[in-house]
């Protein structure tokens, strides 16, 4: 009961926020009478959202497609080469500063290089999900495993625990909040990386939606389609912090009885 009063306090100011900016939205469209395809009001997008469900569906599913896809292949890969930094540390001297490089490169500009390479079916979209959202996780696995206490690494040491034990007994439950930090922006990261993706040239998508509606002057179509994507990122957020609580619900337990 008291789970359900905190909720409600957290999100009910957010709600109301949202609700009183789309109604002052409304009113200020109807009352300057701006044009919709400068500016259309909530209601309008909501119609458009409804008469073009099954356009919106058809896009919405290749986009889902690529960012899950991504995001899952990115969480694995971040994983491993995180784990295996970890372990070794002269890839720690090598692999992680060419890590940190690399997210000097905007990921738009290999977008033309993959389409040259892979050209315009799902694969360089996929790729573009995966750069995205392959450094959070990556770099929040080697920062979480070195989060590990060190009296009580000595302590298991001491017990006569194989560094393999160590690992799997304290260093990767220590970690796994930091691991699901990664991955939370990873989840933000994958439905944007796959939309800018579709930009560059694709048959479906709600990034292939939103251009064709902006060069129709079909505003209204546009703001659907950002509304989805801004739909479909805080989902797949929420799913991996649900996640996170099923993984690791203990700390959290422990501060809501202190």
């Not at 000097?104 to 315009?120: A, D, E, R």
């Amino acid at each position: 009961m008291n789970n359900l009063k905190q909720k409600i306090n957290y999100y009910f100011p957010v709600i109301i926020f949202f609700v009183l900016s789309l109604i002052s939205w409304e009113l200020i469209v109807r009352f300057l009478e701006i044009k919709s395809w400068i500016l259309p009001a909530p209601s309008a997008i909501f119609m458009e959202i409804i008469n073009t469900r099954s356009l919106l569906i058809q896009h919405s599913f290749r986009t889902l497609f690529e960012a899950i896809g991504g995001l899952t292949i990115s969480a694995l890969a971040g994983l491993l080469v995180g784990a295996i930094i970890f372990r070794f540390k002269i890839l720690a001297r090598t692999l992680y500063p060419l890590m940190v490089i690399s997210q000097t490169v905007p990921i738009v500009v290999l977008i033309p290089l993959l389409v040259i390479w892979f050209g315009f079916g799902i694969l360089p979209k996929l790729l573009i999900v995966i750069l995205a959202c392959f450094f959070p996780v990556a770099v929040n696995t080697v920062d979480g495993l070195n989060q590990a206490d060190q009296a009580k690494i000595n302590l298991l040491k001491a017990m006569g625990a194989s560094t393999w034990q160590i690992f799997l007994k304290l260093r990767v439950p220590t970690a796994l909040p930091m691991i699901f930090s990664g991955l939370k922006i990873s989840a933000t990261y994958s439905v944007m990386a796959a939309v800018v993706a579709e930009w560059m040239g694709s048959d479906l998508g709600l990034g292939v939606f939103i251009v064709r509606s902006s060069n129709s002057y079909l505003t209204s179509r546009v703001f659907a389609g950002i509304a989805l994507v801004s739909l479909f990122s805080i989902i797949l957020f929420q799913l991996v912090n649900f996640l996170e609580k099923i993984i690791i619900p203990g700390p959290k337990k422990k501060k809501e009885e202190i």
